[in-house]
């Protein structure tokens, strides 16, 4: 329709851009949906810019825009809610996932939650996903040399926390793919 497509989209972007907000946060409960909605609109007006109609018409085609951008957000969160709940469902009947059990509070898980996130991630990514070094290097996006010094020292400092505990940890964290 024009010959500045970027001119013409920062005109409608300008004169349309507060209606469109305020249209999306009457309709939306958490401000972040509302500007995830905006944004969309105006990327579909852009993507589409010869197509958005001169004038007052604009404002009004960007209304019906942010209403189709609005029904899709709506439909994805519904999606996501009714996928958070089977996997919840699936999470509370497995036997790991589940409830703690009362191994969960043994003096060992006590001392492993007592460790840094970072250690605790290290040492049951050998433990429970049976993951070597060179896969945890490619996990956590760092060289196969740091992950060993990482997961040497997240060892060394479970091993301490386990003695301080009283208990025998001897064969415990032994060597990579045993049990820590």
């Not at 898980?109 to 996903?129: M, N, P, Q, Y």
Request: with cysteine; net charge positive.
């Amino acid at each position: 329709m024009g010959r500045d497509p970027e001119r013409r989209f920062v005109e409608i972007y300008e004169s349309a851009y507060g209606s469109i907000l305020g249209y999306a946060l009457r309709r939306c409960p958490d401000p972040d949906d509302a500007a995830d909605v905006v944004a969309e609109t105006f990327m579909v007006a852009w993507r589409r810019i010869d197509e958005v109609p001169q004038g007052e018409e604009a404002r009004l085609w960007l209304f019906g825009v942010a209403r189709r951008v609005l029904a899709n957000h709506r439909r994805g969160e519904r999606r996501h809610e009714q996928r958070t709940a089977v996997l919840r469902e699936q999470l509370a009947a497995s036997p790991v996932l589940g409830e703690p059990s009362v191994e969960d509070y043994s003096q060992v898980g006590k001392v492993l939650r007592s460790l840094s996130d970072s250690d605790r991630e290290l040492l049951t990514l050998i433990a429970w996903e049976n993951l070597d070094t060179r896969e945890i290097a490619r996990v956590l996006g760092v060289s196969r040399n740091a992950a060993a010094v990482r997961l040497y020292r997240a060892r060394r400092r479970f091993a301490r926390g386990l003695a301080k505990a009283g208990i025998d940890h001897s064969g415990l964290i032994a060597v990579e793919g045993s049990l820590l």
